[in-house]
């Protein structure tokens, strides 16, 4: 089946240093990738929308700047938080789905520490 | 965008069927249902998806009513590891705005 690789599972790093997860299909051409926040016991809320070669949509309220999202390749997505601060640590989710095929897979997470 | 509404916490006794409801009366007629699962500090599983028809897969079943306006997740043997977040999301598809909105989630208990 469909699966999705998101890496690093967990980083900490100090107030103002810029942050890079990977969220890579290893199996299918990802079309599409998303990322979503989710804090704690709280649902996820997706951050952007970002196809292939094109520039990321980001949902209301997300600061493009601050989320940096590169989708260059049609297997590999990354999020980069840009001077990160105690308020974005959170958990962090990729999803991708693939060219014709509404599934959505998700990758497994990265919990971010910002201290 | 459709909204959904479940119940934010149900019990479920080991090996009897859990049966998780999920109200989702504005959804439009090109708009599809899905389920997914979070295990705690995990990404989301995906466990079943429909349109009109009821579905069944090696996890689970999924029942739609006539109406679309309401659906009903069951697994059928729930066991201590079937415990989790479930989220029934509708996915909204319109050209250049596709995305998947997770609502707040049932958090299934499994009982011994």
């Known amino acids: 089946g469909a699966v999705v690789s998101q890496h690093p599972s967990w980083v900490i790093c100090k107030s103002g240093t810029s942050v890079k997860i990977e969220c890579r299909s290893l199996d299918f051409q990802a079309t599409t990738m998303f990322w979503y926040r989710q804090f704690p016991k709280q649902s996820l809320m997706l951050m952007a929308t970002?196809?292939?070669?094109?520039?990321?949509?980001?949902e209301q309220g997300v600061e493009k700047d601050k989320f940096l999202i590169n989708h260059a390749s049609l297997t590999l997505s990354t999020l980069t938080v840009t001077s990160a601060h105690p308020e974005d640590s959170s958990f962090y989710i990729c999803s991708a789905r693939g060219q014709g095929n509404w599934g959505y897979t998700f990758g497994s997470g990265t919990r971010l520490t910002v201290v | 965008d459709a909204k959904t509404t479940q119940p934010p916490s149900m019990d479920c006794a080991e090996g009897r069927a859990a049966n998780l409801p999920c109200n989702h009366s504005t959804i439009s007629g090109n708009e599809y249902v899905y389920w997914y699962r979070q295990i705690h500090s995990q990404g989301p599983q995906y466990i079943i998806h429909?349109?009109?028809n009821n579905e069944t897969n090696e996890m689970a079943s999924l029942i739609i009513t006539e109406d679309r306006k309401s659906s009903t997740l069951i697994l059928p043997h729930a066991t201590l590891r079937d415990t989790a977040v479930y989220y029934c999301?509708?996915?909204?598809?319109?050209?250049?705005?596709?995305?998947?909105?997770f609502g707040t989630g049932t958090r299934l208990t499994i009982i011994p």
């Open positions: 970002s196809n292939e070669g094109s520039k990321a949509t980001y």
């Open positions: 999301i509708v996915r909204v598809a319109r050209l250049g705005n596709e995305k998947l909105t």
């Open positions: 429909g349109l009109k």
